[in-house]
T-cell receptor
């Protein structure tokens, strides 16, 4: 049972570098999302997708890009890393069984990212 | 807007003590309510949920009741174990207009430390 797999687990970047955080799920879930977790702030939604080819912004989208070319994968791109993006990033997926679905989200183990 | 407020931690208890973690929410409409748990180095896992007023969610000895009149969803357990030490997040979901995607809004988390 792989569930939601995130890579890498840890990464250190310099300001201005770019990188892609990978997320893959094997549950055939329609919905996928990215959150960042910062001390004292809980988790905040960055971007989400309701299916292949469909993405939308969450609460804190600036500085991040996403795309969804397949059901399984939902990578998060940092085009020009900034120290304010130092955080722990979580990918999540859930099944969409129709409008107002309240299926729980399944989370990966996170990527701890430090920007120097 | 939609928001969740949790009690500050850490909550420090001895094994077999009674646990209460307070959670109140502000929401438009009728959200579903969740408790997620995060063990060290891991992602969030769904602990329990309630989808309408007066529903009681329960799992692994934990319980929470959806109280619409007090806008609360307090987490309780009658006898905690050392293995319950983790961070607990209260959350609500609301549907994104148009897509129906269930956006999760998290509280800031409450760390529970249980000593033998």
């Amino acid at each position: 049972n792989a569930g939601v797999t995130q890579t890498p687990k840890f990464q250190v970047l310099k300001t201005g570098q770019s990188m892609t955080l990978q997320c893959a799920q094997d549950m055939n879930h329609e919905y996928m999302s990215w959150y960042r977790q910062d001390p004292g702030m809980g988790l905040r939604l960055i971007h989400y997708s309701v299916g292949a080819g469909i993405t939308d912004q969450g609460e804190v989208p600036n500085g991040y890009n996403v795309s969804r070319s397949t059901t399984e994968d939902f990578p998060l791109r940092l085009l020009s890393a900034a120290p304010s993006q130092t955080s722990v990033y979580f990918c999540a997926s859930s099944s969409g069984t129709g409008y107002y679905s309240n299926q729980p989200q399944h989370f990966g183990d996170g990527t701890r990212l430090s920007i120097l | 807007g939609n928001s969740v407020t949790q009690m500050e931690g850490p909550v420090t208890l001895s094994e077999e003590a009674f646990l209460t973690i307070n959670c109140t929410y502000t929401a438009t409409g009728y959200p579903s309510l969740f408790w997620y748990v995060q063990y060290p180095g891991e992602g969030l896992q769904l602990l329990l949920k309630a989808t309408k007023a007066d529903d009681k969610g329960s799992n692994k000895g934990f319980e929470a009741t959806y109280r619409k009149e007090t806008t609360s969803f307090h987490l309780e357990k009658g006898s905690v174990q050392v293995s319950d030490s983790a961070v607990y997040f209260c959350a609500l979901t609301f549907s994104s207009p148009g897509t129906g995607f269930q956006k999760l809004v998290f509280g800031t988390g409450t760390r529970l430390l249980v000593s033998p």
